[in-house]
């Protein structure tokens, strides 16, 4: 969780015998609360959509289609990291295409403002 910490002096006003001094000292803590994991899920799938171009048919073949599961871990920068085919879909052209999808996401890192 990220922690944002802001000081802040604030001022009393009070009415006091003339000579006397008031200092007041008040912190605030303000706390980000982070993604939820749905959230995050729908970002990352959404930057892979933004990536992904779609095999083109040769000749008389019908347009490749399927579902690719890929596995991959998010390294220290942000950047996919150890990207590999987990399951087929059974069309080398549209595998590889998702691949490179993942390969391209900027950062997976959940605090990334959208």
């Known amino acids: 969780m990220k922690r944002i910490e ?3 002096w604030v001022a009393v006003a009070t009415i006091l ?11 605030t803590i303000v706390t980000a609360s982070p993604p939820t994991l749905a959230s995050w899920s729908d ?3 959404k930057d892979i ?5 779609y095999p ?9 289609s399927g579902v ?4 991959f871990n998010c390294s220290e920068s942000g950047a996919p990291a150890g990207v590999a085919l987990l399951k087929s879909s059974g069309h080398r052209d549209l595998d590889r295409e998702t691949l490179r ?5 900027a950062t997976l890192h959940p605090s990334r403002p959208d």
């Open 101 to 105: 999808a993942v390969n391209k996401i």
């Open 56 to 64: 083109e048919p040769f000749g008389p073949q019908r347009p490749s």
């Open 6 to 8: 802001i000081t802040a």
């Open 17 to 27: 015998p003339y000579g006397s001094t008031v200092s007041a000292h008040a912190e």
């Open 43 to 45: 970002r990352v799938f």
């Open 68 to 71: 690719v599961a890929v596995k």
């Open 49 to 53: 959509d933004r990536e992904i171009r």
